[in-house]
């Protein structure tokens, strides 16, 4: 199963409901969109998802938790660290086996930062770090892609070519975003979020920018 | 002011200190203490390295018996740190990190004799205790979220490696190169017990009067503690941990039918032993709680409390001393070289040293604690100042001290306070061995009597007093939401 279906899905914080009850279909190769206005309540769904349905997916948490001290490839790898028994795991903590090693550099080099291959994440930019928590969810190769904001802190070009990659490598996603454009372009359906209720639930092929606005 | 909390727990502190002033033993008895003094600092500005052989071995088996207590503390206080959220190993570790090293070589010097064993498990086993506590605080501080996102099904072995250690390894390393630190200064003072470390050549040529040996041993040993940086390398650390062993020294063979005799029949209380059973053990129990017991923990109570404040006293006049905020490069320079000297040299060595000067009275103790522990504190009080920006138009000399600066570090200088408060009793309690009629004092004549099931409970007892400050102290840094870092 790829596709799932939630129902009930309610959050509070603090005493006061900030999520639902509400209910989200998604069906296998569906691209969603969560949109609305920060404190909508999409970070909050997303989590409710992850906890559902943690098993089948990759996850791009807004604060990345990436392992400041260790160096880029181990970020990435510890996608796939139920993949391997413990001796093989600590032995790539001291030194990484080759074919982890080629297909991380692969995925790196796909997001334009090979070369960062052995820094240790705390001494990159903002920008960097966000790439490496995508990379992990792209190791990590879940048939299901959850992500809040994965491109908040990427410059143009950049936050296209990541989102041409989700695109391409996670059939079914979720994907909480604020800018609309890309919404529009890279997500075959629109869920707008609004005081944590779905205001609006619509193909994107129907939708134009000035219809999501309104939720804002 | 005084309505402050903070204030008044410090007044509260003070008028303790005051009132056990009063029934406290401070007095200088030695005919002529300064003279004596003057020729101790005469034989350390003229030290005399060359006197006997034996100071090298003792420098060396110092640094031995250090790393292999501590690299096997370490350890062990690890791999208890990953279950330390179970009672049972939290009051294990209680227990054995409140009985100080002394304590524990007095201990094993019963039926290990004069074993190197005895050195390396006094060292290793309230090290354990420490570490123990103080990687689970350290470990419990990582992120968690890194470990959230690991995808299900992963070992938990692989999830602890990767997730955990490498978020906190920094802390770790710094932690464990504090306590060699500390090591080296309780495998020193072992040798006051009779084990062939540092403090059992000082004692020996202070007895002979032979200052400036005695000079050389301590001016090597400042020297060794403030090099660490240059010899204490990542890259020669398992070079030491294994070579360490063969460095201890022969020492004496264990007598294993002393070890049987100690456990079945020397620590079992003398009524038991004697067949007059439970009957027999209450007057036997009244009589050590009412002529050792009680007398051993007021005396340890007042001195702790007395030390305390003498410390806190110590302290906000030493951290001006190193403060940028102050005076100029040369009162900087000597300031440091001051607090460096006060904080190497192990209370016990300062308080055998004014001892042996000023004559037995509670006095050297409260000095020494006050020198050793203001001059921790001192130094790190001091080393906060330095981290804050006064506006340009601050008040300048004492102005500043008083309205900008202690302010401003007055919750950390308690928060230090409060947590060296169970290390100040801990440490109090051991003097008694010097002839202070504190706990120690009364374990220490238990032990020469050959009485080790009165020793035992005295033990105990001190532990438990050490326990209960430690719950005290941190219940009142929660109370004033006082903060500290382990480090200290």
Known sequence: ?216 | MLSSPTVRTSLIFVAVALIGLLFADIAITASNPWRDLGNFFLGVVTPNFFSSEGLMTALLRTVAFAFVGVALGSVCGFLLSLVYRFLPVRVFCAVIRAIHELFWALIFLQFFGFHPLTGVLAIAIPYSGIFAKVYSEILDETDPEPGRLLPPGTGTIAAFLYTRIPDCWVQLRTYTAYRLECGLRSSAILGFVGLPTLGFYLESSFSQGLYSDAGAMLILFYVLIATMPLWVKPKLLPVYILGAPFFLGEGLPIVWGNVERFFTEDIVPSPLRNGEGLAGLIPWLNDLMINEAMPGIWNTVILTQIALVATGILTSLAFPLISNHFGGPVRRTSGHVFLVIARSTPEYILAYILLQLWGPSMLPAVVALALHNGGIIGHLIGRQTNGIRLRPDAPTGFNRYSWELVPRVYRSFLAFLFYRWEIIMRETAILGILGIYTLGFYVDSAIQNIRFDRAMVLILITALLNIGVDILGRYIRRKLALQTMPTC
């Open chain 1, 1 to 216: 199963m790829s596709g799932f279906d939630l129902s009930g899905l309610t959050a509070s914080f603090g005493g006061e409901r900030v999520i639902g009850p509400l209910s989200l279909t998604v069906r296998e190769g569906e691209q969603v969109a969560l949109v609305g206005k920060s404190g909508a309540g999409k970070s909050t769904l997303i989590r409710l998802i992850h906890e559902r349905v943690n098993r089948e997916s990759s996850l791009v948490p807004q604060d990345l938790g990436l392992v400041n001290a260790l160096p880029v490839f181990h970020n990435v790898f510890m996608g796939q660290l139920d993949k391997h028994a413990t001796w093989y795991n600590t032995l790539t903590l001291i030194r990484p086996f080759s074919r982890n090693r080629d297909e991380v550099r692969e995925l790196l080099k796909a997001l334009g930062m090979a070369e960062k291959f052995w820094l240790p994440t705390a001494s990159l930019s903002g920008g960097q770090r966000q790439r490496v928590a995508i990379a992990r969810a792209l190791y990590r190769n879940a048939p299901v892609l959850l992500a809040d904001e994965p491109i908040s802190a990427l410059d143009g070009p950049m936050a296209h070519l990541v989102m041409a990659l989700l695109k391409e490598r996670f059939q079914t996603s979720i994907i909480a975003l604020h800018d609309v454009e890309m919404a529009l372009k890279y997500c075959s359906r629109i869920v707008g979020i609004q005081d944590g209720q779905v205001a609006l639930d619509e193909s994107s092929k129907r939708l134009t920018a000035s219809d999501i606005t309104s939720l804002y």
